[in-house]
């Protein structure tokens, strides 16, 4: 990590509390990453978290207004190399050191624009929105954990999107009843809920199988110091997966699955010890 005034770790220890306070699972996964990425993911994830906090919960404000906004005020950080907002402050020393690309925040605005108003998806539009929401985060990730390795880089850019959709299809799967009953928000392309039944959903959860085996090929590759939080993040949305797979259409739209803080914690210690015997060797087990 780079060398640090009292400005820039402030706006890291920012873009840090926000993904605490969002998102246990990631944070565990961050916290067994070797010390240099711990910054860089943070302010990451800080990024991601604000746009999505845009669409997901200021419905008493013109979220069009503030997302095109910060959409301005994101590139004029990293234009000038400096912001204000501390958390686009920690973002654009990420996306300046790493050289991450335009392309992707592009993408990621496009689907957070998708956000903005109820769209029917088709299966082009949902993985625009995928790629965008997700892959693109995964590959801001692995420019961190490459570091200018640009050919360890292109070769797991596709692990690296398939694990992306992975959770990101868990998720909307997870979410299903409150973003079609709060948000009127049906991600799955031409889908329509009053048929939605469990041979629809064991056909979304075989494609998913698939995102998570592409994905484990690339985790094997990545840098010692990456690989055990990335592994981390993989087994603990497996672990989800698996719950709502054993969950009929009615359950999973009748409340939402989650796993509990004390199997969270339990899955980081079996994780590591795993890990210590070589990720090389890792097939998840008993999920």
């Given at each position: 990590m780079m060398p640090m005034n009292l400005f820039d770790y402030t706006t890291f220890e920012c873009s840090k509390n926000?993904?605490?306070?969002?998102?246990?699972?990631?944070?565990?996964?961050?916290?067994?990453?070797?010390?240099?990425?711990?910054?860089?993911?943070?302010?990451?994830?800080?990024?991601?978290?604000?746009?999505?906090?845009?669409?997901?919960?200021?419905?008493?404000?013109?979220?069009?207004?503030?997302?095109?906004?910060?959409?301005?005020?994101?590139?004029?950080?990293?234009?000038?190399?400096?912001?204000?907002?501390?958390?686009?402050?920690?973002?654009?020393?990420?996306?300046?050191?790493?050289?991450?690309?335009?392309?992707?925040?592009?993408?990621?605005?496009?689907?957070?624009?998708?956000?903005?108003?109820?769209?029917?998806?088709?299966?082009a539009m949902y993985e625009k929105y995928i790629y965008g929401s997700a892959e693109v985060v995964g590959l801001m990730c692995l420019k961190v954990f490459c570091d200018r390795n640009f050919d360890l880089f292109n070769e797991l850019v596709s692990p690296a999107k398939s694990l992306g959709a992975a959770f990101q299809k868990v998720n909307f799967l997870r979410d299903i009843k409150s973003d079609f009953r709060e948000r009127g928000r049906i991600y799955f392309p031409d889908l329509d809920i009053e048929k939605f039944d469990d041979k629809i959903k064991m056909q979304i959860e075989s494609d998913i199988k698939q995102d998570f085996d592409d994905a484990l090929k690339g985790i094997k590759k990545l840098p010692k110091g990456a690989s055990i939080g990335v592994y981390l993040a993989y087994i603990y949305y497996l672990k989800l997966f698996s719950k709502i797979k054993s969950c009929p259409?009615?359950?999973?739209?009748?409340?939402?699955?989650?796993?509990?803080?004390?199997?969270?914690?339990?899955?980081?210690?079996?994780?590591?010890?795993?890990?210590?015997f070589s990720i090389n060797n890792m097939v998840p087990s008993g999920i």
């Open positions: 926000v993904t605490n306070n969002y998102s246990t699972s990631f944070s565990l996964g961050i916290k067994v990453l070797a010390k240099k990425y711990h910054y860089p993911i943070y302010a990451i994830y800080g990024f991601v978290r604000y746009a999505d906090e845009i669409v997901d919960t200021f419905h008493d404000h013109n979220k069009e207004k503030l997302l095109a906004d910060f959409e301005q005020q994101t590139y004029k950080a990293i234009n000038e190399k400096i912001s204000l907002n501390p958390i686009l402050h920690s973002f654009q020393l990420i996306v300046n050191k790493y050289q991450i690309d335009a392309s992707y925040i592009d993408a990621f605005f496009q689907s957070m624009k998708m956000d903005l108003k109820p769209v029917d998806y088709n299966q259409v009615s359950q999973i739209m009748d409340r939402r699955i989650r796993i509990p803080d004390s199997e969270k914690i339990t899955l980081l210690i079996k994780t590591y010890i795993q890990y210590k």
